[in-house]
């Protein structure tokens, strides 16, 4: 109301008033105060703010676009190809932060040609050849087990160009968890970063369970089948793009669901009786699959209403049937080669006199995905080289009374996903082998590699049960290692981490972590979800030193923010009564002003009167 009642004295021109006509000085202050509330409002800028990763690429692209360096062709090409590899590499990375075992890292070297000029701000020479560039080169490793590896990599080429560096990436676990130094360790990240965590832990369960609610309401209230990836750590879109995407295709499929049911049309039973699914996890573009599943794009030009609309359900409706007839038929071929093959299994499981002789899966994050086999071809492959095996079974027989004699196996595992070697030992002690080896060279694999298998075995119980007790003992919800981590360093460093927090828990127990989940890799992070990855080599001893520290520090803070909440809540009630009475005084000021016109006016008319 008040800066209302300041704006329409400002607008009149009639009126001589002005806030420095005012008596009373409170008034005066209080609106001059207003008056500069008010101009602060429209401040839409802060220099102690950090300025945003997109904001200084936009600048950075301007210093070496192709499009301004027409006369340097060479300059220009490069700058070209280098420009549209730091773009997709920063679309890559703000889409997938954190490292991700299913990708393998990609380094790029890029070089960039920059103005010399552009770099000083001064003004560009007019001779074509007094012009100089200078030549940046960068490094960037997309999926880098190191979250801060993008951001770091560019803040060294900003600085060279002379842009700010402090800048922020806009993604949350980047901007907000602070990383470990070189030399820093485990009780620096967790001491750095222990209520980011809680939060981000609390935050994802409420997020998870919002999507969980509204996936089922709309599957209850459309009878639709939709799946969406409600989990944060495995989704690649955030909890708002998720809940925004599914509040967009209750509308759209509602609306389309009763024009479909409303036509009565050829296939129309499909989306009437729920037959016709639909799926949201994908980023690519519109399609739809015989399987009757509709995958519905989140960045298409197409819009999902669009799209639905133009949905031909007799066509889908007889390819479904096309589908169904040959799925039958891959069917029974992989029912009859899946129980032919067990039925091998078991035979050379009692021939070797292993523990279990089986079809296992691969989970190596490094092996080529355009080499990976399905379920059926994964079959086909273990019945052929099983099939093999029982073609020399008199041979394995012989084997087993001589050089096998004294050979006790453990669990050997056919994996038709093992393409980089012929065989591997995992953590947990299988022998896994890839079913194209011949039979001389599986006879020197199980020669070779039954104690290494049966060590690892050993030590895998031996260690389970170590983790079992620390993740209890410590209240976590749970303990794990990184897939990838296994595949790529020794598994003693698993089991040494795994000693570590074991001989330690009855005192880690008391630093509060519980509810905490703790993977074991070669890097520190902090996943979507609050998952707390932590390098093997951490210092025990340290941990229990600073966090125990921690906790004391912690309660003392408690306390000091308390004393400032009621601190404040005091100043607010005295500003309350402050305006209040400042409110009263500058309606005093008011009345006394309407009485001095009135006043005035009545002598007006007194004098007019006269005259």
């Not at 490793?141 to 990436?169: M, V």
């Amino acid at each position: 109301m008040i800066r209302g009642l300041y704006k329409s004295f400002s607008k009149s021109s009639s009126s001589s008033l002005s806030i420095c006509s005012f008596t009373n000085e409170k008034s005066k202050s209080f609106l001059n105060a207003v008056v500069s509330q008010t101009s602060r409002n429209y401040c839409t800028t802060n220099g102690e703010e950090k300025p945003k990763l997109r904001h200084v690429l936009k600048k950075f692209y301007l210093m070496i676009h192709p499009d301004t360096l027409t006369q340097y062709p060479n300059e220009k090409h490069i700058n070209s190809n280098s420009m549209k590899a730091l773009m997709s590499i920063v679309d890559e990375y703000k889409k997938r932060p954190t490292p991700d075992s299913q990708y393998k890292r990609n380094v790029q070297k890029l070089t960039f040609y920059v103005p010399e000029d552009k770099i000083s701000g001064e003004e560009a020479p007019k001779s074509i050849g007094d012009r100089k560039f200078k030549i940046i080169e960068s490094e960037f490793c997309q999926n880098s087990n190191n979250p801060n590896h993008i951001p770091n990599q560019i803040r060294l080429l900003f600085e060279q160009c002379k842009l700010p560096t402090n800048f922020l990436t806009e993604i949350d676990n980047v901007d907000n968890v602070i990383q470990p130094t070189i030399d820093g360790s485990l009780q620096n990240f967790i001491l750095d970063n222990k209520y980011y965590i809680k939060k981000k832990l609390q935050i994802s369960e409420k997020h998870k369970s919002e999507l969980d609610a509204l996936v089922r309401k709309i599957k209850r209230d459309l009878r639709v089948a939709v799946t969406i990836e409600t989990n944060p750590v495995d989704s690649s879109f955030t909890f708002q793009e998720n809940y925004h995407a599914l509040l967009h295709f209750q509308n759209v499929v509602k609306q389309w669901k009763e024009k479909v049911i409303n036509d009565a049309k050829d296939g129309s039973e499909l989306v009437s009786n729920g037959q016709f699914k639909f799926n949201l996890n994908y980023n690519d573009i519109n399609f739809t699959v015989p399987e009757l599943c509709c995958y519905l794009d989140r960045s298409s030009p197409e819009t999902w209403d669009e799209y639905l609309n133009k949905l031909n359900l007799s066509l889908i409706k007889a390819e479904n049937l096309e589908f169904r007839k040959s799925e039958e038929a891959k069917f029974k071929i992989m029912k009859k080669e899946s129980e032919e093959a067990r039925s091998n299994f078991s035979i050379l499981e009692r021939l070797l006199k292993c523990r279990s002789f089986q079809l296992a899966e691969h989970d190596d994050p490094s092996e080529d995905p355009n080499l990976y086999l399905d379920t059926s071809q994964q079959i086909t492959q273990s019945l052929a080289f099983t099939s093999m095996l029982m073609k020399n079974k008199s041979k394995l027989e012989n084997l087993m009374k001589t050089r096998f004699k004294k050979i006790k196996f453990g669990n050997i595992a056919i994996v038709a996903n093992l393409h980089k070697s012929k065989f591997w030992v995992d953590i947990d002690g299988n022998l896994k082998i890839n079913p194209n080896v011949t039979f001389d060279e599986f006879c020197d694999i199980l020669e070779s590699q039954h104690k290494i298998a049966a060590e690892k075995d050993l030590l895998s119980h031996k260690y389970e049960s170590i983790r079992d007790y620390a993740q209890v003992r410590m209240g976590l919800k749970t303990l794990n290692v990184l897939s990838v981590f296994t595949y790529t360093h020794d598994h003693q460093k698993v089991f040494d981490a795994y000693q570590k927090l074991y001989d330690a828990a009855d005192r880690l127990r008391d630093l509060d972590l519980s509810g905490f989940s703790i993977i074991i890799a070669d890097h520190y992070n902090i996943t979507k979800s609050g998952n707390l990855i932590i390098k093997y080599d951490f210092n025990t001893e340290d941990l229990i030193k600073q966090l125990s520290a921690a906790t004391k520090d912690d309660e003392t803070i408690n306390v000091v923010n308390e004393n400032n909440e009621i601190k404040q809540k005091q100043q607010q009630q005295q500003q309350q009564q402050q305006q209040q009475q400042q409110d009263d005084d500058i309606k005093i000021d008011l009345t006394n002003i309407s009485n001095v016109l009135e006043q005035y006016e009545n002598q007006n008319k007194s004098n007019n009167k006269t005259l």
